[in-house]
């Protein structure tokens, strides 16, 4: 078994490969990177500089190269929500997870790979309030730009041909001592209260360390879909 991997050096993705290197049902881990940074004898980090062009013909090879071998794949790519939002920040946040999952997605299919399971994140930020009914999975998409975004972020594998084999993470705030979520928290915690919020507001989040397991005990499911990831009931107090 072999893993493909993108979004391996972001806050969830490293924490996943941490995991992932100590299993031994992966023979080789290729993470694909704009970073340069150095291999070992069972992980391959390859650097590329195009999503459009560079990035496809690399895969292209590894796959390739590999024809024989099941592959998990891992798409965790994106850009961070942090900072300020104007029009080049949401185009980079879109491309980082759209499209470059909608690359990924064809170059897989017309290489013919034999998938054995992909695992994509989403977010939680796809449900909505309500004061009368509960919201659940199958409850209708409220549209606006955030669900939209999701929406189609959970479609690149959904409507594609690797529908049966894929398995969604809709995931809240990552709570990490390194995220700037839980840094932001810290000092707000020890005294009760949110941050532009009451107390008593709901606060959906993950702890990071727990995302590589879930997604262990989900490789060994006879399963597909989405699942919420999220701790229930949770508020900032």
Not at 120 to 139: C, F, L, M, P, W
Request: charged share 20%.
């Amino acid at each position: 078994m072999k893993a493909l991997f993108l979004g391996a050096t972001g806050l969830i993705g490293s924490q996943i490969l941490k995991y992932i290197q100590k299993q031994e049902k992966f023979e080789n881990i290729f993470c694909f990177t704009r970073q340069k940074i150095p291999s070992n004898s069972k992980t391959f980090f390859i650097t590329y500089n195009s999503s459009n062009t560079d990035l496809e013909l690399k895969i292209t090879e590894v796959v390739n190269q590999n024809q024989k071998d099941k592959w998990i794949i891992y798409l965790f790519t994106g850009e961070t929500i942090f900072g300020l939002i104007n029009n080049k920040k949401w185009e980079n946040i879109y491309k980082s997870r759209v499209l470059i999952n909608q690359k990924i997605v064809s170059v897989l299919e017309k290489l013919g790979a034999n998938i054995e399971k992909i695992f994509s994140a989403s977010a939680i930020g796809i449900y909505y309030n309500s004061k009368t009914q509960e919201v659940d999975e199958n409850s209708e998409i409220q549209p606006n730009i955030l669900t939209n975004l999701i929406t189609e972020w959970e479609n690149t594998v959904l409507q594609s041909p690797f529908k049966e084999k894929s398995i969604i993470l809709r995931i809240g705030a990552v709570l990490d001592k390194k995220s700037k979520v839980y840094q932001s928290l810290i000092l707000p915690s020890l005294f009760s209260i949110g941050i532009n919020f009451k107390p008593t507001s709901f606060f959906p989040w993950i702890y990071n360390e727990e995302i590589p397991l879930i997604l262990d005990y989900l490789l060994n499911q006879d399963f597909n879909g989405i699942v919420n990831t999220v701790a229930n009931n949770t508020t900032y107090k």
